[in-house]
C-alpha cells in the first residue's frame, strides 16, 4: 500500500503526485488568460504539477492567492485582485485587450502560481514525511511564507 493510501487528507492522491507529466490541472471557473499561465508554467516545467489538483479563481480575502490546509492540493488565485494590483501600479485600467496590461498581468499571475505551488510541496513534503497524521497549520506548512516565496524564480 502506498502512502497516499493512508492519507486522511485526501487531497494528495496518485493522480497529482505520480506521473504528473500527464496530469491535466482543471481552471475552476475556467479563465483564458489564468489557463494559458498555467500551461506556460507546465511546458516550461513538467513538473510543476506534482500535488496540485485545481486552479481555483476565487474572489474577497487577503492578497492575491492562497492556499488551505483543509485542501492543501488546490491553489487559490484572487484573479480580481492582481488585475487590479497591476493597473494600479501601471496606471493604465484593467485591460486585457491592451497586450501591455495583458503581459503585465501574465507576469504578475505567474508569479502568484509559484508562490501558492511553493505551499503545495510544503504541505506534501510535510505530508509525505507524516503520511499516518493529518497535519495543519504549521506542522503542514513548516516552511511558511519564506519557503514559498523561495519557490519564485528570479525573473529578471
Ligand atoms: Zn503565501
Given at each position: ?69 483543509t ?36 507576469r ?13 510541496t ?35
Amino acid at each position: 500500500m502506498n502512502w497516499y493510501h493512508r492519507l486522511k487528507l485526501a487531497q494528495f492522491t496518485a493522480e497529482n503526485t505520480v506521473n504528473v507529466e500527464n496530469s491535466s490541472i482543471q481552471v475552476t471557473p475556467y479563465d483564458p488568460i489564468v489557463d494559458e499561465v498555467k500551461n506556460r508554467i507546465l511546458e516550461k516545467d513538467p513538473q510543476f504539477g506534482r500535488g496540485i489538483n485545481t486552479v481555483n479563481i476565487v474572489g474577497a480575502g487577503p492578497g492575491f492567492g492562497n492556499v488551505e490546509s483543509t485542501n492543501p492540493a488546490d491553489i487559490n488565485i484572487r484573479l480580481e485582485a492582481i488585475k487590479s494590483e497591476v493597473a494600479r501600479q501601471m496606471g493604465l485600467p484593467a485591460n486585457t485587450q491592451d497586450p501591455n496590461y495583458a503581459e503585465a498581468l501574465k507576469r504578475a499571475i505567474e508569479v502568484v502560481f509559484y508562490h501558492e505551488k511553493g505551499h503545495v510541496t510544503d504541505a506534501l513534503r510535510a505530508q509525505e514525511g507524516s503520511p499516518d497524521d493529518q497535519l495543519s497549520g504549521q506542522s503542514l506548512f513548516p516552511g511558511g511564507e519564506p519557503f514559498a516565496e523561495r519557490n519564485v524564480p528570479d525573473f529578471q
